[in-house]
């Protein structure tokens, strides 16, 4: 399904932008030519009707088209079969174990961790440090906070995957994963958890205006982006009957809950897509994790969350334009190749 899927999308690109520069070129001409053809009574519309490359161009929509059309003929029922329905699996006695990942949070991280162990039913706060240079594990500790210290920053997929390991080996049965910038808050998880009992892994979405905080990094470049991405995935998962089993909006939101049952069924191949170094890690390990669940058979569904503005400066870069459509471009081609 993947080959198809990229070859639909990189075709759909390709025609789209021979449209756009015959389009282009016609209306140069037309400036250029178009009162000399009027003057001398030549129909300037009429040549570009009878255009050999206009007659290509409508053959390849036309093509396109009726191979869109059949590929969602035939995935009308396309992960439709009674696991991806309704069901009703109550967690009755909670167990919360929190993962942070964090480089250098020293201002953030006391903040941070007092915040989640407040929440209720949290037993266990892991933090993943990323061998940092300053205070950061040290004041997690004091915090109360279980911490991992890694002798080397191996990025954000390595701290994850570790942190899923340790709570593995613990009686939690809901994973929270979340960051040390001060963007999300503890309480959302308040919200985010009750959906565990229809579903296996809640994601949350920052695009909602009215509960962000004026002057966070998600700009229009990044709230388009995550969107336009978001609908790809969605459509890489279409089913013509209910238009697919998920519906994402924001593929970079690390704010996540997750039940252990669920983590369990992916861990596997979450730790050898991990170890093989493929385009899964850093900042893609969000993203991936979203595939990965939809890959495991697991329900997964996006709810609003609230969203501050970022304490310090951003691991990632990704409020730079420059690295931000460079990360959404590897992001797209791990879609489509996946």
Partial sequence: MGKFFAGMFLSFLVILLAHIIFLIINAYLWVTEGLESLSQQRDFVETIYFSLVLKWLILADIIWVLLALGSALKRKKYKTGPQYYLSYKPIKDPIIAVIIPTFNEA??????????????????????????????PDIAEKCGAIVIRKKINKGLADSCVMGFNEVLKTDANIVVLTECDGTYNGYDITKMIPYLDNCDMVVGTRIIQVLTEKGNQNGMFNTWGNFFIGKLVQLKYFSLLHMGVTSFTDVGCSHRCIRREGLEKMIEQIRKDHQNKTDRDGWMFLPYLNLRSIDSELKTVEVPITFNKRSGASKSGSDKKSKGLKLGLRIIWLILIS
Avoid: A, R, W
């Fill in 107 to 136: 201002n953030n991280v006391e903040k941070v961790v007092k915040d989640y162990i407040m929440q209720s039913n949290v037993k266990y706060v892991f933090v993943i440090d990323n061998n940092s240079t300053d205070k950061t």
